[in-house]
C-alpha cells in the first residue's frame, strides 16, 4: 500500500441496504476524514477522527457511522441506504494538529436505487 | 456561517495565463489550500498559503490577503493538461477544512 486506499471503487446498492465503505492509510496521519462530493456542491465533510479511538461530526453526518479502531482504518456505514446517499465517496488523512494539508483516497462512486 | 465563494466555471486559453479567484467568510483563519481535480480523480494538492503574499511554485501561483479574505490561483502557460477543477479550501478556527464548491477550468486550443 502507498498512500490512502479506498474499497470499494464502485458499488451499486438497493435502498435499505447496508454499506460499508473502506479506507485505508500507510502514512501514520493522525487524522482522517469522509467527503461525499456531488455536483455543483463540492466537498462536503461526513465524519473525522482526529486520533485513532476518536471522531467528530462534520457538516452532513446524518445517515452515517464512523469508528476509528487503529491509525491506519477508518471505515464509513451507511446503516440503512437511501437514494440521496448515491455520491462519490472520498476518504483523506492528514498528519494534524496545525498540518492540515490532505491526502486524498480514489474515491468510492455509490449508487442508491 | 462560512462560506467560500469561487465562479463556477471559467475558460481560457492554451499558452495563455488564468487567474481564479477566492473569497471566504470564515470563523478565524487558519491557512488556506488550493486543489486541483481532475474528473472522475481524487483532488490533489497545489499550494498553500497561511501569510499575505505570493506563493510561486513553477507555472502556479498562489496569492492571499487576509485582511480582505480574498485569494487567488494564477496559472501561467497555460496547457491542456490543466483542464480540471480547482478547489479552494480554508482552515478555520477548529482547525477543520472548509471547502468551496470548486472552479471549472476548460482550457482551448
Known amino acids: 500500500i502507498a498512500g490512502i486506499t479506498q474499497a470499494p471503487t464502485s458499488q451499486i446498492l438497493a435502498a435499505g441496504r447496508r454499506m460499508t465503505l473502506r479506507c485505508t492509510q500507510d502514512?501514520?496521519?493522525?487524522?482522517m476524514y469522509w467527503y461525499r462530493q456531488d455536483l455543483g456542491l463540492g466537498l462536503r465533510l461526513i465524519h473525522y477522527?482526529?486520533?485513532?479511538?476518536?471522531?467528530g461530526k462534520g457538516e452532513v453526518p446524518d445517515g452515517y457511522s464512523v469508528s476509528r479502531a487503529n491509525t491506519d482504518d477508518f471505515p464509513l456505514t451507511l446503516a440503512s441506504a437511501v437514494p440521496s446517499q448515491t455520491s462519490v465517496y472520498f476518504c483523506?488523512?492528514?498528519?494534524?494538529?496545525?498540518?492540515?494539508?490532505?491526502?486524498f483516497g480514489p474515491g468510492t462512486r455509490l449508487t442508491v436505487l | 456561517g462560512q462560506n467560500i465563494d469561487q465562479p463556477t466555471e471559467m475558460t481560457a486559453t492554451e499558452g495563455a495565463i488564468v487567474q481564479i479567484n477566492c473569497t471566504y467568510q470564515?470563523?478565524?483563519?487558519?491557512?488556506l489550500f488550493w486543489y486541483q481535480q481532475h474528473a472522475g480523480e481524487a483532488p490533489t494538492f497545489l499550494s498553500y498559503?497561511?501569510l499575505d503574499g505570493l506563493e510561486e511554485k513553477g507555472r502556479f501561483s498562489s496569492f492571499l490577503s487576509r485582511s480582505k479574505g480574498y485569494s487567488y490561483l494564477l496559472l501561467k502557460e497555460l496547457q491542456m493538461k490543466d483542464s480540471a477543477s480547482y478547489l479552494c479550501?480554508?482552515?478555520?478556527?477548529?482547525?477543520?477544512?472548509?471547502w468551496g464548491a470548486g472552479t471549472k477550468l476548460i482550457i482551448k486550443p
Open positions: 502514512m501514520r496521519h493522525n487524522a
Open positions: 498559503n497561511v
Open positions: 483523506a488523512s492528514s498528519r494534524g494538529g496545525d498540518d492540515n494539508e490532505q491526502f
Open positions: 477522527s482526529n486520533t485513532a479511538g476518536t471522531t
Open positions: 470564515t470563523s478565524g483563519f487558519n491557512g
Open positions: 479550501a480554508v482552515i478555520d478556527s477548529n482547525y477543520q477544512l472548509i
